[in-house]
Every structure is written in C-alpha cells, then in structure tokens.
C-alpha cells in the first residue's frame, strides 16, 4: 500500500534562518507531488505541485521554493524565513493525472520566531 | 477563478440532530467537488466526491450547479463525526490541484 511521510513534524526556526521538509511517498510511481499550507484561520492553500522529477509549479509567489530531486521525494525550502512563514504545511500526493484522489501527510508544524 | 467558501468556522449540534455543512464555490468550467475531514490527532482525509455519489459513514454531499453549492449533510449526528471539514474543489486545469475552503469546525454534543 502507498505511504506518505513528511518531516519534521514541529520546527521552530529564527527568522533568517533555512528551512527544510521533506516529505517522502512510497508504493506508488510516478505520483503528483503537493505542497500546501494552513495559516492560522486561514484554509489550506496550494503552495507547490510536481508532475515529475525537476518539475515543480508554483501557484503563489513567496519566500518559499520546492524541489523533486527523485521521483517519490518532495522537498521545501527557503533560504531566509520570514515571520509570516510560520503555519502548518501539508504535503500530499497524487496518482498521476487529473483528478484522482489526494491523499496528504502528518503535516508539520513550523514556528517563526 | 477558482473559490470555496465555508461560511460556518464552526457549527456545534447536539447527537442525533441533522447536520449540514455548507458549502458554495465560484468556477467557471465543470468542477469536481471533494469533502475532506480531519479527525483529531488524524491525517487530512477524502471523505467524499461529487462524482462518486455514495454516502460515506452517513454523509451524503449533492453538487448543486445552479446554487453552485455542495453542502455536506448527515441525518443524525453522532460524537465521532466531530471534527474538522473542509470542502475542496479541483478544476480542470492543473495536474489535479485542489482548492480549499478556510474549514468548518464541527463539535457533537453528547
């Protein structure tokens, strides 16, 4: 059965300072990749989504960057976080194609300070 | 563009009452609407589609094309339904991007 890991799953980092998740999907190929987040009071907002290795689209400009160095692995960054970073960031993931179900992570928790 | 609006942060319903959480969306082709919940302590999770026409743990959802809605409903409430709701929509463009509506909150009350 497919799998979908992200970590970590709390984090509080400096302002300034990087920032890393990861979030890995197993038992599945070729899968649609997401990145979403949740601000406080805010509903979940679509950040990032992959259809493949090194294609990464971005919906909203931001501090923020993604990456896919292999096929079932999802990557966010910045190099510089931003207080308004701060919220709860969801990866998920897809069956390739259009409409299939997505199914999300734990999640992970990232604090600005 | 793509909207789902989730008027209600939170709704609170005594056990056994009817439940309906709403839900309108603006798009300008043919949506396909999702139901998701979050339980606690739990992962974000599909409860329902449009497209699937079944009824999942008692809730059933109808896709409204003229009021644009596509309100979740349960007869009877019970206190394992509390938990947090939210009403996605993805569209036709886009390699299955879903968009959220802010959530809904529902507590049961035993």
């Known amino acids: 059965s497919q799998t979908i890991h992200q970590w970590p799953a709390t984090l509080v980092q400096p302002v ?31 950040l990032f989504y992959s259809v493949g290795i090194g294609q990464i689209s971005s919906e909203v400009p931001q501090n923020l960057s993604a990456s896919r160095p292999q096929d079932r692995q999802f990557i966010l960054s910045s190099k510089k976080l931003l207080l308004s970073d701060s919220g709860f960031y969801l990866c998920a993931w897809s069956a390739g194609g259009e409409r299939n179900t997505i199914y999300f992570g734990e999640g992970s928790w990232l604090t600005v300070v | 563009a793509q909207r789902v609006t989730q008027p209600e942060k939170l709704l609170s319903v005594f056990k056994g009452a009817p439940v309906e959480l709403k839900c309108n969306y603006s798009y300008s082709g043919s949506p396909e609407l999702f139901w998701y919940v979050q339980y606690s302590r739990q992962r974000l999770q599909l409860l329902l589609r449009h497209i699937s026409r079944e009824s999942i743990k008692g809730f059933t959802a109808d896709l409204n094309k003229g009021e644009t809605s596509f309100h979740l409903k349960k007869p009877f409430a019970q206190e394992e339904d509390s938990a947090m709701y939210y009403c996605a929509l993805s569209g036709t463009t886009g390699a299955n991007n879903l968009f959220f509506g802010t959530g809904t909150r529902l507590t049961v009350i035993p």
Not at chain 1, 16 to 32: A, F, H, I, M
């Open chain 1, 16 to 46: 300034g300072s990087p920032l890393s998740l990861e979030c890995t999907v197993e038992g599945t190929s070729n899968p649609n990749l997401y990145w979403y987040r949740q601000a406080a009071g805010r509903g979940l907002q679509l």
